[in-house]
């Protein structure tokens, strides 16, 4: 791999509004003390990574359950899904990746299936490393329906910072295993609800890169209830 490839990762498309922003405020800081400009070229290299896009290598195998962003696990252990979704209320697992401003935000999608629901909901912006920030942050959440008729469910989680939540995919659409589906801008969360029975792969603590990490499998034994 060249150097090259190591250093400039592609960038994702809403990320260059704010990258010309950056860059913009930065010459003007230049003009006004050079000091200061080199502060905005650091700023202007900060959100350039931020929206940085890179492939992934999805694990082929049906079944696995991936990331479904970059960071660290901070919750695994049982809550209720959005209730917003229509899942019965009660505990699930639920795996929670935290996002801090300097990873990768793209979400991708955790198993291959069909998106039967998709909920938006306003809310708070606390910390989204806090577990709390499942019930009261804004989020959005997206129930995924496996061609094994496996149920699960993805959530969006806006953070301390984060104050934009943005979902490309559709109700209805089929997407694979690691496909790119939402965006979140400046510091988040995702929470992935395993079906009844599955056991999670990660620890808390664990890095977790979005579309690689496996998460869980359901293709064990008695996992998918």
């Known amino acids: ?27 003007a800081l230049f003009v006004i003390a050079a000091p200061l400009g080199w502060i905005g070229v650091l ?21 696995l359950v991936v990331s479904p962003a970059d960071g660290i696990v901070s919750h695994v252990g049982p809550a209720v899904p959005p209730a917003e979704l229509g ?32 909920a938006y909901r306003p809310g708070t912006f606390v910390n989204a490393s806090l577990d709390k920030a ?19 469910a993805v ?15 559709a109700q209805g659409d089929r997407l694979e295993t690691g496909q790119r589906f939402g965006l979140i801008r400046f510091g988040s969360r995702l929470d992935v609800y395993l079906p009844p029975g599955v056991e999670p ?8 890169i979005a579309g690689e990490t496996v998460i869980a499998d359901l293709t064990v034994p008695g996992s998918e209830g």
């Open 43 to 63: 700023l202007t290299i900060w959100c350039y990574y931020f929206f940085r896009d890179p492939e992934r290598v999805t694990p082929a195998r049906p079944g």
């Open 155 to 169: 959530v969006q989680i806006a953070g301390l910072v984060a104050r934009r939540i943005l979902c490309f995919a």
């Open 201 to 208: 792969a990660v620890a808390v603590g664990q890095t977790a």
């Open 87 to 118: 899942f019965e209320a009660v505990p699930l697992t639920r795996v929670s990746v935290f996002m801090s401003v300097f990873d990768c935000h793209v979400n991708r999608m955790p198993v291959a299936g069909r998106i039967t629901a998709i």
């Open 134 to 152: 499942s019930e009261d942050n804004e989020r959005n959440a997206l129930a995924i329906k496996t061609e094994s008729g496996a149920r699960l």
């Open 1 to 27: 791999m060249r150097m090259r490839d190591v250093v400039l990762k592609p960038m994702h498309p809403d990320g260059r509004r704010f990258v010309a922003i950056f860059a913009a405020v930065t010459l």
